[in-house]
C-alpha cells in the first residue's frame, strides 16, 4: 500500500530521543521541553512558547486564555479541522461560520468581514493545506477592531505570508506536531504569544496549576497537557531537517502540478503559490469536478494499493454541531464542495517519481 504519509525519522532524530532517554529527560518538566521552546521561540519570533500535548490541546487552552462568554462570537472557516470546532464550543462562545475562497480553500478578509457583529470576540484564522491565509491583512483588521485572533498554523510550518512566517500573526498561535506535520513529535502541539499574561495562564493551564508556593493546591481546576521529554527531544532534531523537508515537498508538489497540468477539466489542482508565498504542498489535494465521484475514485485507487483521504468535512454540517450552533442559512458552497468532492493522495519522504506517475496515472484512468 502506498500511504498517503509516512514519517521519515533519521539517525539525528534517534540519537536524540536515545540521549534524552539515556540522560533521564522524559518527563513535561524535563530541562529539553524548555528547550524546545526557546528554539520554537526562536524561529517564529515569539516571546513565548508553551509545549503542549497535541495541537487540539494548543486549541483549547488558546481558546480558555482569552475568557469568552456566552454571548460572544468566534468567525472561523467551516472548511478545517473539527478540533477548531470543539475548542470554540467548549470556550462556550458561539462559532459563526464563514466560506473560503475557491481557488485557495482557505477564508479571506472579505469573508470575515461579512461576518462581524457588535458580538464578535474573535476570529480563529487558519491556513490550509501548506497555503496561506490572507493573515496580514486579517490580523490587521482584527487589530483595528479590537477582536481577538487566535492563527492555526499546524499545517503551515516554515510557511510566509507578506514575508513573515505563519505562527507569528496571532494574538496567540497554535501548531501542531502529528506524525504528518513538516516538524513532528509523534503528538504534540505548541502555543505562541507576546502577551506575558497569556503565556503565564498557558503554562498554568497545561500544569494541573501547581504552583511553588503550594504545589498540591490548585486555584484552577486545570489539566495535565505537558509534553513529554522525548516528544520534544525529537522536535528539536526536527526543527534541523525543516527547511530540506519543505525542499522536498514543493519538489514533489510541482511534480504533481506537471503530472495533472491537462487534466483540468476533470481535477483541480491546488494554487502553486499565493502572492509571493509558495504552496509547500503538506499535502497534495485534488478537488473532483465531477460531483458523486470522489468515494468511488478512493475505493478503487486503495483495492489497487494507493492510499487516500477525503478532505475536511464542513463544520456547519458536523453531526456533533449542536442544533443552537446551526446557521440559519445553512450554504457555505465551497466549503460543502470540498468535503464532498475532494482528497488529498500521498505526498511524502516515502514517495519517488515513479509512485507519482503511477497515482496519477491510475486516477486518470478512473476518472476517464
Request: aromatic fraction near 8%; charged fraction near 25%.
Given at each position: ?39 520554537l ?40 479541522i ?7 464550543i ?7 461560520f ?41 490580523a ?26 505563519c ?36 503554562k ?38 525543516l ?55 478512493m ?29 440559519e ?17 500521498p505526498?511524502g ?20
Amino acid at each position: 500500500m502506498i500511504q498517503v504519509f509516512k514519517p521519515k525519522l533519521s539517525i539525528s532524530d534517534i540519537s536524540s530521543v536515545f540521549i534524552n532517554l539515556v540522560r533521564n529527560n522524559i518527563s513535561g518538566t524535563s530541562p529539553v521541553v524548555g528547550e524546545f521552546e526557546k528554539k520554537l521561540a526562536n524561529i517564529f519570533n515569539r516571546k513565548h512558547v508553551t509545549a503542549v500535548s497535541n495541537g487540539s490541546v494548543a486549541l483549547d487552552v488558546a481558546f480558555q486564555l482569552i475568557d469568552l462568554q456566552e454571548d460572544d462570537e468566534v468567525i472561523l472557516p467551516s472548511f478545517t479541522i473539527v478540533s477548531c470546532l470543539s475548542a470554540v464550543i467548549r470556550s462556550k462562545a458561539k462559532p459563526v461560520f464563514c466560506d473560503v475562497k475557491p481557488d485557495s480553500w482557505n477564508m479571506s478578509l472579505e469573508q470575515v468581514m461579512e461576518k462581524v457583529t457588535k458580538k464578535t470576540k474573535a476570529v480563529l484564522m487558519v491556513h490550509i493545506y501548506g497555503l496561506p491565509s490572507e493573515a496580514k491583512e486579517i490580523a490587521k483588521f482584527c487589530k483595528s477592531r479590537g477582536i481577538i485572533l487566535i492563527e492555526d498554523a499546524a499545517e503551515a510550518h516554515g510557511q510566509k505570508e507578506s514575508g513573515e512566517l505563519c505562527g507569528s500573526f496571532g494574538d496567540i498561535s497554535t501548531l501542531s506536531f502529528y506524525a504528518n506535520k513538516h516538524i513532528t513529535t509523534g503528538e504534540g502541539g505548541a502555543l505562541l504569544t507576546n502577551n506575558d499574561e497569556y503565556d503565564k495562564n498557558a503554562k498554568q493551564m497545561r500544569n494541573l496549576d501547581f504552583s511553588n508556593e503550594q504545589r498540591f493546591n490548585s486555584k484552577n481546576l486545570y489539566w495535565n497537557y505537558r509534553m513529554s521529554g522525548l516528544q520534544a527531544a525529537l522536535g528539536i532534531s526536527q526543527i534541523k531537517n525543516l527547511n530540506k523537508t519543505i525542499k522536498n515537498k514543493k519538489k514533489q508538489g510541482a511534480y504533481y502540478q506537471q503530472l495533472f497540468a491537462d487534466y483540468g477539466e476533470i481535477v483541480q489542482t491546488p494554487l502553486e503559490s499565493v502572492n509571493s508565498s509558495e504552496n509547500h504542498y503538506w499535502v497534495f489535494g485534488i478537488l473532483l469536478k465531477k460531483e458523486n465521484m470522489r468515494d468511488t475514485l478512493m475505493e478503487q485507487l486503495r483495492s489497487i494499493g494507493i492510499e487516500t483521504r477525503p478532505f475536511f468535512w464542513p463544520l456547519h454540517l458536523q453531526d456533533a454541531l449542536p442544533d443552537k450552533h446551526k446557521p440559519e442559512e445553512n450554504s457555505l458552497p465551497t466549503s460543502e464542495q470540498l468535503g464532498s468532492d475532494g482528497l488529498y493522495i500521498p505526498i511524502g519522504p516515502h514517495i519517488k517519481r515513479k509512485h507519482q506517475e503511477f497515482i496519477v496515472k491510475s486516477i486518470l484512468e478512473i476518472l476517464l
